[in-house]
């Protein structure tokens, strides 16, 4: 970074300082009383909307009364006037059209466009100026050098309409201040490539060409793996594309897609050496090795993902932080890192109006929806939101739990999906569980393995834990893997120990089981660059044949 670029940077971080971080910081002081001004300010915009009309908005003037007048959501609820508010042009849900929809995948087959209006690129750009400040403070030089920023594309596709729909990892990376933005490694274009392998193969050469990357950002942990996978897989024609300046077309992607990506590779049979030393060098593939002054890597920690985290961590070497990236959806942005360090993650309380229900109380009568100054350390709980581009009283079908305290404002952490939850007995197996149960399970038998799932069939009343661990012994596992369950769950104890649940099945795979399902997965409609699988489910409901990559004997 030159002086004049480090300069610029500064200024404009004293600036969100002084502005944006400030404005937060006083929000996180009096969470209560900012949250309930918010929610006031988000109904008085949408009075006229045919959604406020038929509530009453114009009257509300209290929570207590919004929690009366406008019922608990899901996005089919919601879907006939975001629908209606595309076609016709008409204020159902906010008083102007949308700019583009973030698109995910629905329950009902169709995908979900969630409606992103100006002023919601304005927020995501003021939440991204806070967290670059963020890192800037927790990781002195975090963008000194370039940026590996590796998401799904801004703008993916029209509608009939003519209106734009893309991903949230997009638009929150060209959100992203444009100091930092002009930093970026990969064209744009590299991005839009659909064929799978080709993209990683394209994404890894201009990253290797690029020795002085210092940070590097994505949503999902397997990205990372994915990145590693195909660097160590086509280490020699990727020297040799660094070397010439030549990309080559491993994957018939033809001229077309790949002359416009050409005139951004250059030739640099420097760097190509460095490169062939390093790969000498290490036993194992070193992303620290490869990019010396790589500092950090902003990436989810929690969840399913969370698994992949400790490989994550050696792939790094050397003394490369792993940033939390936050509860992130297509939905809304739940949380910003304010503190890199301890990777505290407080709930947007300056963009959305949260609630939240403990997860003991999800579903019965009398649960209490409580607001963010009431929630409890250690607890779990279920997340609704409004927020400003007109979701109310939301379900994500989402677990947090807090971890911890911003002065006033608790900080969360992504669990798991509330769909991660199968009772074959009565236990209520949680996946938040089994995911805890596998932690105890590598730490107690020093094992090392990347990928996990566990199926429950309900027919024969037993789960089925499928692991890539070639060198496992099943027996050893399953029973430390059971031990672990019966201390983390006393409902499936007792159910083991009356016989009502079988034994768990410990299938071992293949390698290359967890590409395959994600490629299953994608094929299937999940978006490549957010997906997240779910560790828990029921058989019934995974359609993906693990037998026929369990190894023999």
Known sequence: MDKLSRLLLWFKMRWVAMTAWRDLVERAREPRKHQLRLLMSILKRSQHTTFGTERQFQSVDSYEAFAERVEVQDYESLRPYIERQERDKTPELNPESPLLYAQTSGTTGSPKLVPILEHTVDNYKRSQGIVTYA?????PGIYAGKILAITSPHV????ETGTAFGSMSGLLSKSMPRLTRQKYVLPSAVLDIENYQAKYYLISAFALAARDISFIG???PSTVMKLAETIKRHQKELVEDVRSGRLSDLFGLGAVQLQPL?????ANPGRAGELEAAFAESEGLSFHALWPELKALSVWTGGSVGALIPEVERL???A??????GYLSSEFRGSINVDPLKNLCIPTIHECFFEFVPVAEHGEADQRFLLVDELELGEQYHVYVTTQEGLY?????????VNGTFLATPSIQFVQKGKGVVNLTGEKLYEGQVIDAIARVRAALGLSFDFFIMLGDEQTLQYKLYID?????KAELCASFEGALRELNVEFATKRDSGRLKETAVSLLGAGTYEAYKEHCIANGQREGQFKYMVLQSESDCDFDFAAHELEG
């Open 135 to 139: 890192n800037t403070q927790a990781c």
């Open 156 to 159: 993916e596709g029209k509608l």
């Open 218 to 220: 994505t949503a999902n």
């Open 262 to 266: 050409q005139a951004s590779f250059q």
């Open 316 to 318: 790094l070497g050397g």
């Open 320 to 325: 490369v932080s792993v940033i939390e990236l």
């Open 393 to 401: 009283r939301y379900f994500m079908n989402d677990i947090v739990e």
């Open 469 to 473: 661990c070639e060198a496992c012994d």
